[in-house]
């Protein structure tokens, strides 16, 4: 039995998922006559009450899109220190769009409508850049799958408007969040510009990511995404995954959080364990105690099968998601209880 908690991007897709991307009906979608992406689009687009949708091959694209279609070169994104556009994309903000990034010290990856305010450069002073664009992250993946209190995105939107900022959201695991917190995907589609979300993460579809967004931003992406190298063709095999995915997965991940939970537990009662940061979703970041060795408890895990992240600086990752079964959830719990670890 292998035990892989390194990421929800893991997960391969079943026999009933595969049987929903052999039916799929294609066409070229780069002409837009891919009936299943059109489907997904449409699906999506609704979902979030938002004017439109357009299917990208991976989530960094799609948020280097946004990213592109909200600024001009020179000028300025604000985020917390932990983004993944600013980590986790090759620095693709400053290769695609020419774009510098004003990064804020927020709280587990999540910044206030006050920090966003405090890092807002006047127009009208010439000499700094012109900041142009706010990216929030939800759930924050590098903050430990920690979900945005709904209200302080209001609250962000709203300084938005006073400053003529664009506002979009990188929701790779907004699934996660949607689950964990009750709230629907309507609530977002109302309050920002553009929204990205993955179907290859939690939901488990092999890949795939979309942009949803109001029509005057979404004109752009079809523009853009071809600049990137993103038009695809009878793609729709993998836009039925996606579809399947929504259908089937979505809701199921209220276990991946549990489970998360229950990991969180058994290890804030290891002996090697210093600390444990609070689950929200289905990321669990731990520290170990300053005399165990990590990368020797990482090996000892290995050689059991199982295989977590380090994230540096003594933070170390598990992901829960799909193929992570029951049988595995136990097996681990019983070992992280035993003294074998
Ligand atoms: C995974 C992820 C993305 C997109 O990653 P890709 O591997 O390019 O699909 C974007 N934002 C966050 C927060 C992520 O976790």
New binding site residues.
């Given amino acids: 039995m292998i035990i892989d908690l390194r990421s929800d991007?893991l997960t391969k897709p079943t026999p009933e998922m595969l049987q929903a991307m052999m039916q799929a009906e294609v066409g070229d979608d780069v002409y837009k006559e891919d009936p299943t992406v059109n489907k997904l689009e449409e699906h999506i687009a609704h979902l979030f009450g938002m004017d439109a949708a357009l299917y990208f091959p991976?989530?960094?694209?799609t948020?280097q899109a946004a990213i592109k279609i909200h600024t001009q070169p020179g000028e300025q994104l604000i985020a917390d220190k932990y983004a993944?556009v600013y980590n986790?994309?090759g620095g693709g903000v400053s290769f695609n769009s020419g774009v510098s990034c004003k990064l804020v010290d927020g709280h587990r990856g999540m910044i206030t409508a006050e920090q966003v305010e405090e890092n807002i450069n006047p127009p009208d002073f010439y000499h700094s850049p012109l900041t142009s664009l706010v990216c929030l992250?939800n759930t924050?993946?590098k903050g430990g799958g920690a979900c945005y209190d709904f209200r302080e995105i209001v609250k962000i939107r709203k300084v938005c408007d006073e400053h003529g900022l664009g506002l979009h959201l990188?929701g790779?695991?907004l699934w996660n969040a949607l689950v964990a917190t009750d709230e629907s995907p309507k609530d977002y589609g109302e309050v920002f510009d553009t929204i990205?979300v993955?179907l290859?993460?939690g939901l488990g579809a092999p890949m795939g990511?979309v942009l949803v967004g109001k029509q005057k931003f979404m004109d752009k992406a079809m523009r853009v995404r071809k600049v990137l190298g993103g038009g695809m063709r009878q793609v729709g095999f993998m836009a039925a995954a996606g579809l399947y995915a929504l259908e089937h997965n979505w809701q199921r991940m209220a276990e991946d959080h549990r489970k998360a939970q229950e990991l969180a537990t058994a290890l804030a009662a290891h002996a090697k364990v210093a600390l444990v940061e609070p689950v929200e979703t289905n990321i669990l970041i731990f520290k170990l105690r300053p005399e165990v060795d990590e990368l020797k408890f990482i090996q000892q895990l290995k050689e059991k099968q199982i295989f977590i992240s380090a994230l540096g600086k003594g933070k170390l990752r598990m992901v829960t998601h799909y193929d992570y079964t029951d049988a595995m959830h136990a097996h681990l719990l019983d070992l992280l209880s035993s003294k074998n670890l």
Wanted: net charge negative; with cysteine; hydrophobic share 10%.
């Fill in positions: 991007t991976t989530g960094s694209m948020n993944h986790y994309e992250e924050t993946n990188d790779a695991r990205s993955c290859s993460k990511s």
